[in-house]
T-cell receptor
Framework: SAVISQKPSRDICQRGTSLTIQCQVD?????MFWYRQQPGQSLTLIAT?????????ESGFVIDKFPISRPNLTFSTLTVSNMSPEDSSIYLC???????FGPGTRLTVL | QKEVEQDPGPLSVPEGAIVSLNCTYS??????FMWYRQYSRKGPELLMY????GNKEDGRFTAQVDKSSKYISLFIRDSQPSDSATYLC????????????FGGGTRLMVKP
Protein backbone atom coordinates (compact mmCIF):
# COMPACT_ATOMS: atom_id res chain seq x y z
CA SER A 1 0.00 0.00 0.00
CA ALA A 2 1.15 3.53 -0.74
CA VAL A 3 2.24 5.80 2.09
CA ILE A 4 1.05 9.35 1.58
CA SER A 5 2.07 12.37 3.61
CA GLN A 6 0.72 15.89 3.52
CA LYS A 7 1.97 19.27 4.73
CA PRO A 8 0.78 21.24 6.57
CA SER A 9 -1.50 19.07 8.71
CA ARG A 10 -3.54 22.13 9.60
CA ASP A 11 -3.50 25.88 9.17
CA ILE A 12 -5.54 28.92 10.06
CA CYS A 13 -5.47 31.59 7.37
CA GLN A 14 -6.83 35.05 6.78
CA ARG A 15 -9.40 35.84 4.13
CA GLY A 16 -7.84 36.81 0.81
CA THR A 17 -4.58 34.92 1.30
CA SER A 18 -3.42 31.71 -0.38
CA LEU A 19 -2.16 28.41 1.00
CA THR A 20 -0.18 25.71 -0.78
CA ILE A 21 -0.66 22.14 0.38
CA GLN A 22 1.97 19.52 -0.39
CA CYS A 23 1.40 15.82 -0.99
CA GLN A 24 4.23 13.27 -1.08
CA VAL A 25 3.86 9.60 -2.04
CA ASP A 26 6.45 6.92 -1.30
CA UNK A 27 6.13 5.38 -4.76
CA UNK A 28 5.80 6.64 -8.30
CA UNK A 29 2.22 7.11 -9.46
CA UNK A 30 0.91 8.51 -12.71
CA UNK A 31 -2.17 10.11 -11.21
CA MET A 32 -2.87 11.85 -7.93
CA PHE A 33 -6.26 13.09 -6.82
CA TRP A 34 -7.16 16.08 -4.71
CA TYR A 35 -10.37 15.97 -2.66
CA ARG A 36 -12.16 18.41 -0.42
CA GLN A 37 -14.21 17.46 2.62
CA GLN A 38 -16.25 20.36 3.93
CA PRO A 39 -17.42 20.27 7.56
CA GLY A 40 -19.94 17.49 8.09
CA GLN A 41 -19.82 16.53 4.42
CA SER A 42 -18.36 13.70 2.40
CA LEU A 43 -15.46 13.91 -0.01
CA THR A 44 -15.69 15.76 -3.30
CA LEU A 45 -13.09 15.41 -6.02
CA ILE A 46 -11.44 18.71 -6.95
CA ALA A 47 -9.07 17.59 -9.68
CA THR A 48 -6.81 14.89 -11.04
CA UNK A 49 -3.12 15.78 -11.18
CA UNK A 50 -1.23 14.13 -14.02
CA UNK A 51 2.53 14.25 -14.29
CA UNK A 52 3.60 16.19 -17.35
CA UNK A 53 0.23 17.65 -18.25
CA UNK A 54 -2.38 20.06 -16.96
CA UNK A 55 -4.60 18.94 -14.12
CA UNK A 56 -8.16 17.93 -14.93
CA UNK A 57 -10.73 19.79 -12.85
CA GLU A 58 -14.19 18.61 -11.86
CA SER A 59 -17.31 20.66 -12.35
CA GLY A 60 -17.39 23.58 -9.93
CA PHE A 61 -13.62 23.81 -9.51
CA VAL A 62 -11.33 26.03 -11.59
CA ILE A 63 -7.60 26.34 -12.04
CA ASP A 64 -7.48 29.98 -10.97
CA LYS A 65 -8.90 29.08 -7.58
CA PHE A 66 -7.12 25.73 -7.11
CA PRO A 67 -3.88 25.70 -9.11
CA ILE A 68 -2.11 22.35 -9.01
CA SER A 69 1.47 21.40 -9.70
CA ARG A 70 2.81 17.92 -10.43
CA PRO A 71 6.56 18.26 -10.94
CA ASN A 72 7.31 14.53 -10.66
CA LEU A 73 5.73 11.13 -10.08
CA THR A 74 5.85 11.30 -6.27
CA PHE A 75 4.82 14.86 -5.47
CA SER A 76 1.98 17.33 -6.04
CA THR A 77 0.82 20.62 -4.62
CA LEU A 78 -2.64 22.18 -4.40
CA THR A 79 -2.97 25.91 -3.80
CA VAL A 80 -6.16 27.37 -2.38
CA SER A 81 -6.15 30.94 -3.70
CA ASN A 82 -7.82 34.10 -2.46
CA MET A 83 -9.38 32.18 0.40
CA SER A 84 -12.76 32.86 1.96
CA PRO A 85 -14.40 31.21 4.99
CA GLU A 86 -16.25 28.89 2.59
CA ASP A 87 -12.90 27.28 1.77
CA SER A 88 -12.61 25.96 5.31
CA SER A 89 -12.34 22.21 4.74
CA ILE A 90 -10.12 19.22 4.97
CA TYR A 91 -8.09 18.82 1.79
CA LEU A 92 -6.91 15.31 0.97
CA CYS A 93 -4.73 13.83 -1.70
CA UNK A 94 -5.00 10.24 -2.82
CA UNK A 95 -3.62 7.82 -5.35
CA UNK A 96 -5.47 5.26 -7.52
CA UNK A 97 -5.29 1.49 -7.17
CA UNK A 98 -7.61 1.27 -4.18
CA UNK A 99 -7.37 4.99 -3.47
CA UNK A 100 -5.30 5.41 -0.38
CA PHE A 101 -5.63 8.83 1.20
CA GLY A 102 -3.19 11.14 2.86
CA PRO A 103 -3.90 12.29 6.42
CA GLY A 104 -5.44 15.52 5.16
CA THR A 105 -4.84 19.22 5.70
CA ARG A 106 -7.38 20.91 7.92
CA LEU A 107 -7.81 24.50 6.73
CA THR A 108 -9.69 27.17 8.63
CA VAL A 109 -10.20 30.55 6.97
CA LEU A 110 -11.12 33.45 9.20
CA GLN B 1 -30.98 12.91 -6.07
CA LYS B 2 -27.41 12.07 -5.08
CA GLU B 3 -25.61 9.30 -6.96
CA VAL B 4 -24.78 7.55 -3.68
CA GLU B 5 -27.07 7.72 -0.67
CA GLN B 6 -25.98 6.88 2.86
CA ASP B 7 -27.82 7.42 6.12
CA PRO B 8 -25.78 9.96 8.11
CA GLY B 9 -26.72 8.51 11.50
CA PRO B 10 -25.52 8.76 14.16
CA LEU B 11 -25.88 5.06 14.79
CA SER B 12 -25.37 4.14 18.43
CA VAL B 13 -24.90 0.51 19.46
CA PRO B 14 -23.64 -1.33 22.56
CA GLU B 15 -20.27 -3.01 22.53
CA GLY B 16 -20.45 -6.50 21.02
CA ALA B 17 -23.40 -5.73 18.75
CA ILE B 18 -23.49 -6.50 15.05
CA VAL B 19 -23.49 -3.30 13.03
CA SER B 20 -25.01 -2.96 9.59
CA LEU B 21 -24.07 0.02 7.43
CA ASN B 22 -25.63 0.52 4.01
CA CYS B 23 -25.47 2.56 0.84
CA THR B 24 -27.67 2.72 -2.21
CA TYR B 25 -26.63 4.05 -5.58
CA SER B 26 -28.18 4.94 -8.89
CA UNK B 27 -25.35 4.53 -11.43
CA UNK B 28 -25.40 1.00 -12.84
CA UNK B 29 -21.88 1.53 -14.24
CA UNK B 30 -20.33 1.28 -10.78
CA UNK B 31 -18.27 -1.90 -10.54
CA UNK B 32 -15.85 -1.27 -7.68
CA PHE B 33 -17.06 -0.69 -4.16
CA MET B 34 -15.12 0.44 -1.15
CA TRP B 35 -15.70 1.14 2.51
CA TYR B 36 -13.57 3.66 4.35
CA ARG B 37 -13.32 4.38 8.05
CA GLN B 38 -12.56 7.94 9.12
CA TYR B 39 -11.70 8.86 12.65
CA SER B 40 -12.17 12.43 13.77
CA ARG B 41 -9.53 14.78 12.32
CA LYS B 42 -7.97 11.98 10.25
CA GLY B 43 -7.98 11.02 6.58
CA PRO B 44 -10.16 8.09 5.38
CA GLU B 45 -8.69 4.62 5.85
CA LEU B 46 -9.56 1.91 3.35
CA LEU B 47 -11.36 -0.99 5.06
CA MET B 48 -12.82 -3.14 2.32
CA TYR B 49 -12.55 -3.25 -1.45
CA UNK B 50 -14.84 -5.41 -3.58
CA UNK B 51 -15.50 -5.89 -7.23
CA UNK B 52 -18.98 -6.52 -8.65
CA UNK B 53 -21.55 -8.49 -6.66
CA GLY B 54 -20.87 -10.85 -3.81
CA ASN B 55 -19.45 -10.99 -0.31
CA LYS B 56 -16.00 -10.37 1.07
CA GLU B 57 -14.91 -11.05 4.62
CA ASP B 58 -11.92 -9.68 6.50
CA GLY B 59 -11.80 -10.39 10.21
CA ARG B 60 -14.81 -8.81 11.88
CA PHE B 61 -15.80 -6.98 8.69
CA THR B 62 -17.98 -8.32 5.87
CA ALA B 63 -18.82 -6.35 2.74
CA GLN B 64 -21.77 -7.29 0.58
CA VAL B 65 -22.65 -5.98 -2.86
CA ASP B 66 -26.00 -6.53 -4.56
CA LYS B 67 -25.72 -4.91 -7.96
CA SER B 68 -29.24 -5.96 -8.98
CA SER B 69 -30.62 -3.86 -6.13
CA LYS B 70 -27.84 -1.24 -6.30
CA TYR B 71 -27.25 -1.79 -2.61
CA ILE B 72 -24.07 -2.37 -0.64
CA SER B 73 -23.55 -3.20 3.01
CA LEU B 74 -20.79 -3.37 5.58
CA PHE B 75 -21.28 -5.60 8.61
CA ILE B 76 -19.15 -5.29 11.71
CA ARG B 77 -19.29 -8.23 14.13
CA ASP B 78 -18.47 -7.95 17.82
CA SER B 79 -18.28 -4.17 17.57
CA GLN B 80 -15.77 -2.40 19.76
CA PRO B 81 -15.59 1.19 21.07
CA SER B 82 -12.55 1.60 18.81
CA ASP B 83 -14.89 1.08 15.84
CA SER B 84 -16.52 4.42 16.65
CA ALA B 85 -15.90 6.52 13.56
CA THR B 86 -17.55 7.74 10.38
CA TYR B 87 -17.89 5.08 7.70
CA LEU B 88 -17.91 6.18 4.08
CA CYS B 89 -18.94 4.06 1.15
CA UNK B 90 -17.36 4.84 -2.20
CA UNK B 91 -17.63 3.42 -5.68
CA UNK B 92 -16.25 3.78 -9.18
CA UNK B 93 -16.98 2.55 -12.67
CA UNK B 94 -13.52 1.12 -13.26
CA UNK B 95 -10.21 0.45 -11.58
CA UNK B 96 -8.10 2.51 -13.93
CA UNK B 97 -7.58 5.31 -11.47
CA UNK B 98 -10.99 6.86 -12.00
CA UNK B 99 -12.39 9.10 -9.34
CA UNK B 100 -14.50 7.73 -6.54
CA UNK B 101 -18.04 8.81 -5.80
CA PHE B 102 -18.62 8.90 -2.07
CA GLY B 103 -21.64 8.53 0.13
CA GLY B 104 -22.15 11.14 2.80
CA GLY B 105 -20.87 8.88 5.58
CA THR B 106 -22.51 7.26 8.59
CA ARG B 107 -21.32 8.18 12.04
CA LEU B 108 -21.10 5.10 14.29
CA MET B 109 -20.81 5.18 18.07
CA VAL B 110 -20.09 1.95 19.95
CA LYS B 111 -20.73 2.36 23.64
CA PRO B 112 -18.84 0.29 26.23
Amino acid sequence: SAVISQKPSRDICQRGTSLTIQCQVDSQVTMMFWYRQQPGQSLTLIATANQGSEATYESGFVIDKFPISRPNLTFSTLTVSNMSPEDSSIYLCSVPDTQYFGPGTRLTVL
Amino acid sequence: QKEVEQDPGPLSVPEGAIVSLNCTYSNSAFQYFMWYRQYSRKGPELLMYTYSSGNKEDGRFTAQVDKSSKYISLFIRDSQPSDSATYLCAMSANNAGNMLTFGGGTRLMVKP
